[in-house]
């Protein structure tokens, strides 16, 4: 415990192992959906130079704030999106996961038509807590994943072979409108190198980006010994890496979700640049008991903005303690701000 608060962890995502397999560099191969959604691409006909529309959006985030009158939420002196984009007008709805594990998220745990039945149903009750704000279901695929082993390199992750992320690709087809996260856990690599790996599929109008900081271990440690971090500076290359795509390929706006439920995973938060194009969430990535879990929402998401938040539900992990109680979206729209990005696991 630190100052009485006690801090939640997030399931440890290094089950995956599979350091047995050499994965391909996923810049040495055009994924199939690069191809196939080339004609889609070209025929998205944004201005990008159009912002969306400013009282809609000052109304929207002024709605999402909650009535929270300590002047952190909204995020003053943000800019306006480019047009099309996601948020705020629509909330996220997320199943994270592998397809090489059952142990890190539904997304790979079940089958997809089970794993849609499952999406489809949180997604109503999401709709129906907020009638106002339409629900969009995404899939957060994690396309580099942390090990307990160093690897030929001795960067202790793994990168997801262009095959697996087509297929989560294809599992995305369907359902209309689905989104699809890439989430990146760097282990003793960095994001300036992991990063443009993705760029192929991050070119598409769908795909959006997810960072992991717990997994970030800049002392050289082993990833899951010690919490991990990311600095603003990060963030910023990350976002400016985006938005230098979204410009030159006419793309919609990219959504980049940062997980986080410690003060050390993000450093110098103040310091994260906004973009028009590119939409920030900080998700609140703990689990445990509802108390729990607000108490590291209120410490690290609602005293430190950034832009817009995100909410972490853990099917299993959640009721492992008293009360033995899963929140419901009823109680969570209760936060300040509310969460416009929700993802499960």
Same mark, same amino acid.
């Given at each position: 415990?630190?100052?009485?608060?006690?801090?939640?962890?997030?399931?440890?995502?290094?089950?995956?192992?599979?350091?047995?397999?050499?994965?391909?560099?996923?810049?040495?191969?055009?994924?199939?959906?690069?191809?196939?959604?080339?004609?889609?691409?070209?025929?998205?006909?944004?201005?990008?130079?159009?912002?969306?529309?400013?009282?809609?959006?000052?109304?929207?985030?002024?709605?999402?704030?909650?009535?929270?009158?300590?002047?952190?939420?909204?995020?003053?002196?943000?800019?306006?999106?480019?047009?099309?984009?996601?948020?705020?007008?629509?909330?996220?709805?997320?199943?994270?996961?592998?397809?090489?594990?059952?142990?890190?998220?539904?997304?790979?745990?079940?089958?997809?038509?089970?794993?849609?039945?499952?999406?489809?149903?949180?997604?109503?009750?999401?709709?129906?807590?907020?009638?106002?704000?339409?629900?969009?279901?995404?899939?957060?695929?994690?396309?580099?994943? +942390?090990?307990?082993? +160093?690897?030929?390199?001795?960067?202790?992750?793994?990168?997801?072979? +262009?095959?697996?992320?087509?297929?989560?690709?294809?599992?995305?087809?369907?359902?209309?409108?689905?989104?699809?996260?890439?989430?990146?856990?760097?282990?003793?690599?960095?994001?300036?190198?992991?990063?443009?790996?993705?760029?192929?599929?991050?070119?598409?109008?769908?795909?959006?980006?997810?960072?992991?900081?717990?997994?970030?271990?800049?002392?050289?440690?082993?990833?899951?010994?010690?919490?991990?971090?990311?600095?603003? +500076?990060?963030?910023?290359?990350?976002?400016?890496?985006?938005?230098?795509?979204?410009?030159?390929?006419?793309?919609?706006?990219?959504?980049?979700?940062?997980?986080?439920?410690?003060?050390?995973?993000?450093?110098?938060?103040?310091?994260?640049?906004?973009?028009?194009?590119?939409?920030?969430?900080?998700?609140?990535?703990?689990?445990?008991?509802?108390?729990?879990?607000?108490?590291?929402?209120?410490?690290?998401?609602?005293?430190?903005?950034?832009?817009?938040?995100?909410?972490?539900?853990?099917?299993?992990?959640?009721?492992?303690?008293?009360?033995?109680?899963?929140?419901?979206?009823?109680?969570?729209?209760?936060?300040?701000?509310?969460?416009?990005?929700?993802?499960?696991?």
């Amino acid at each position: 415990m630190k100052n009485g608060i006690v801090l939640l962890f997030c399931c440890f995502t290094l089950s995956i192992c599979i350091s047995c397999k050499q994965s391909p560099q996923t810049s040495g191969n055009i994924p199939v959906f690069e191809k196939k959604n080339t004609l889609h691409r070209d025929t998205i006909k944004q201005e990008v130079s159009i912002y969306m529309d400013s009282l809609i959006y000052t109304n929207r985030i002024k709605s999402l704030a909650n009535g929270d009158t300590s002047g952190l939420w909204p995020v003053k002196l943000q800019p306006l999106p480019l047009k099309k984009a996601i948020l705020p007008e629509s909330r996220i709805i997320a199943y994270y996961g592998n397809l090489y594990s059952k142990k890190m998220g539904v997304l790979g745990e079940y089958t997809p038509d089970k794993m849609w039945k499952m999406l489809q149903k949180e997604m109503e009750n999401w709709q129906n807590a907020d009638s106002i704000t339409p629900v969009i279901p995404a899939l957060h695929y994690i396309a580099v994943v +942390a090990q307990h082993t +160093a690897g030929k390199d001795g960067m202790y992750r793994f990168r997801m072979p +262009a095959s697996q992320i087509d297929s989560v690709l294809r599992i995305a087809e369907m359902q209309p409108n689905t989104l699809v996260f890439l989430d990146i856990q760097v282990g003793l690599s960095t994001i300036q190198k992991e990063l443009p790996l993705l760029e192929a599929y991050l070119k598409l109008p769908n795909v959006h980006l997810g960072l992991d900081p717990e997994f970030s271990m800049k002392d050289g440690s082993q990833p899951g010994r010690k919490m991990g971090t990311f600095d603003a +500076a990060d963030i910023n290359y990350c976002s400016e890496y985006l938005a230098n795509l979204v410009q030159e390929f006419n793309l919609p706006p990219k959504v980049f979700v940062i997980h986080r439920f410690t003060k050390k995973m993000l450093t110098n938060y103040q310091n994260i640049q906004l973009r028009p194009e590119v939409q920030i969430v900080v998700n609140m990535d703990g689990w445990g008991a509802p108390y729990l879990k607000f108490a590291t929402h209120n410490r690290y998401i609602y005293r430190e903005p950034v832009q817009f938040t995100g909410f972490k539900f853990f099917y299993k992990n959640d009721i492992k303690n008293p009360p033995h109680q899963f929140l419901t979206p009823e109680k969570v729209l209760t936060l300040q701000p509310q969460p416009i990005y929700i993802q499960y696991q």
